[in-house]
């Protein structure tokens, strides 16, 4: 196990509403990246945290939003879901602005029906 | 064009056979990650390389930095090593963000 941990581990959402997944750092990590990951496909970079800022986003709308706290732990928020962002959310967490090693939790599967 | 290509996109291997598979990006990149994925999602860093040659285990890990290409290998290849196996890199022109390739399902038979 890393010991990057994510929550909850499923969830079901309807379409128009607001989802927020949460993502625990491996401790000693300020960097965590999030990434969103298709059925049978590969994942997508959706953005990355460094001490607490965004540093660096994909092609994602301004709907995907996020945070990190002082304890490196982050959050990932999604506005006016659509059927199209059910999904497995990844977050990886990683030191100093993501050039290492990357140490990936056990994902979020979001169900948008 | 995708950035990072793998090959292949699938392989069926017998338990024991010798397993490649093979990634190239178009890219000036940092570095070079091998990941696993089994079924329900979870993904497992396996290697970070930078140059050269990484071993661990049953597992190698081989990258060419002038031909930007990198090989996975399975030696002793087991049902146990069935998963994806993903190819990232780290692209100097945009920070530090991985970039996938599409993936190599690798299924092992006993």
């Known amino acids: 196990e890393t010991g990057v941990t994510q929550s909850p581990t499923h969830l079901i959402k309807t379409r128009g509403q607001q989802v927020t997944l949460r993502c625990s750092s491996q401790?000693?990590?300020?960097?965590v990246s999030w990434y969103q990951q298709a059925l049978g496909q590969g994942p997508q970079f959706i953005f990355q945290y460094y001490r607490e800022e965004e540093n660096g986003r994909g092609n994602f709308p301004p709907r995907f939003s996020g945070l990190q706290f002082p304890n490196y732990s982050s959050e990932l928020n999604v506005n006016a879901l659509e059927l199209d962002d059910s999904a497995l959310y990844l977050c990886?967490?990683?030191?100093?602005?993501?050039?290492?090693?990357?140490?990936f939790g056990p994902g979020t599967r979001l169900t948008v029906t | 064009k995708n950035e990072v290509e793998q090959s292949p996109q699938n392989l069926t291997a017998q338990e024991g056979e010798f397993i490649t598979i093979n990634c190239s990006y178009s890219?000036?990149?940092?570095?070079l990650h091998w990941l696993q994925q089994h079924p329900g999602g979870g993904i497992v860093s396996l290697f970070m390389l930078s140059s050269g040659k990484k071993k661990h285990g049953r597992l190698i890990a081989t990258i060419n930095i002038q031909e930007k290409h990198s090989s996975l290998h399975i030696t002793a290849s087991h049902p146990r090593d069935s998963a994806v196996y993903i190819c990232a890199v780290l692209i100097k022109a945009a920070g530090n963000k991985l970039t996938f390739g599409g993936g190599t399902r690798v299924l092992v038979k006993p």
């Open positions: 890219v000036g990149i940092s570095a």
């Open positions: 401790s000693g990590h300020n960097t």
């Open positions: 990886a967490s990683s030191l100093d602005g993501g050039s290492g090693e990357q140490y």
